[in-house]
């Protein structure tokens, strides 16, 4: 497989890692889509394991320079601007996307936009469960009938920086958990770019954006990024507790968005897949 990567962050570093591992999907060829002026810094930095694992590395600093390189299937893992600026273009292009930064779909204007990018291209946007599990039977019981769905995301302090939640409290100074936000998905996923996309996945799954109850906590005896939430629907009542190890490179996102990408790319690749 012909690989393309949109962004070379935590993510997509970890990607190529895990790309070297054993049990892998199979990836001949890489193209990374970069922001502008960073080739050189970001070739000099490629590890030297990933460029003997690929048959080829190609950069590229623009959306048409990846496309004309020819990827099979592309992931996006740069941010929500990157949807908006790349992923369209890469629909009508024919191309599959994995799209990482899924609160971007909050936006009803670009959601349209994409799902119109891909009617026109044949192509399909993917959205892996990232940092969350239980998609797979929130899902089901969407498809089955009505959900409820209640979703508390826990991160400690450090987590939240950068957000409209260091406005509401001295994020350095808590001793308690404290609730930074309490609404829809809409609002938490438009108002935390950074760290509401587990509240867009649950809402596009499910219950859709403004009927999905949305509570982010900042949490300083918080063990790491810890994802709870309910469905109740009639066929089943569920509930849901992960506790994910923030990644080395990025606290705000959860290690195991890397592997959840990776298995979404091998369900592009596998002959079976689970
Ligand atoms: N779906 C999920 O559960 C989930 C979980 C964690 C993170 N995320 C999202 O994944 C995205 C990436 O996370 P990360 O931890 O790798 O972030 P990161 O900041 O470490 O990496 C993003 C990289 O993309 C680059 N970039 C930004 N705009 C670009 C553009 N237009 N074109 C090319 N490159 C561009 C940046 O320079 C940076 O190197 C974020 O949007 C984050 O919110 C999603």
Redesign the pocket.
Known sequence: MHLGL???????RGIVDGLCGACAPEVERLTL???EGQTAAIDAAFPEAARRQFADISIVERCDALLAAGPDLIVE??????VR??VPAVLRAGVDVIV????ALADPVLYEELRAAATDGGARLIL?A???GGIDILKALQIGGDVTVRYRGTKPPAAWAGTPAAAQCDLAALSAPTTVFSGDARAAATQF??NA??AA?LALAGAGFTATSVELVADPSAPGNLHEFTIESELATVSVQIANRP?S??AK??QT?IYSVLRAIEHQAGIIVI
């Open positions: 949109i962004g070379f962050g935590n993510i997509a889509l970069i922001s893992c740069a941010g929500q601007n990157a600026d790349s990482v930064s899924i609160g892996p990232g940092a969350v770019p950074k996309n587990v996945t990644s490179g990025n996102t959860s968005t």
